[in-house]
């Protein structure tokens, strides 16, 4: 009667925060919260990039037409957790936008790409908050 003192498996499914022109601040804390408590080293995917894959120098062509294949489970693992990551991003961006990300290469650049469209830069801010006291 050993498996009567386990409690019941609780759900701990978090809804994915979906980013909103304008709100970009709020989203990054809430997704930050979100890829954390789905995974930790995914996080550190998207502040670090990924250390974990290496690059392989093909020959001398100009334009390789894909990144070689990962040979080691480390760098299996790698490439695993950088599409997992990049899906969960494109995930939480409306439709209308998502065309736009579909691209990009990895998901620090994902990143990047989407606090450069929707989070704006200070001069915009601090102008909509002008226009607002007027």
Known sequence: MAGQD???PTNTAMKIPIIKKGKYDIWSMRMRQYICHTDHNLWDIIV??????EVALIGEQSSPPDPPAPKTTKQLTARRNQERVKSILLLAILDEYLLKFYNV???KSLWATI????????????????VLKH
């Not at 670090?48 to 894959?53: A, C, F, K, P, S």
């Not at 606090?115 to 002008?130: I, L, P, R, T, V």
């Open 6 to 8: 386990t409690p019941p």
């Open 48 to 53: 670090n990039g990924d250390l974990e894959e």
């Open 105 to 107: 290469p990895d998901a």
């Open 115 to 130: 606090k450069s469209k929707f989070g704006g830069n200070e001069e915009s801010k601090k102008m909509q908050k002008n």
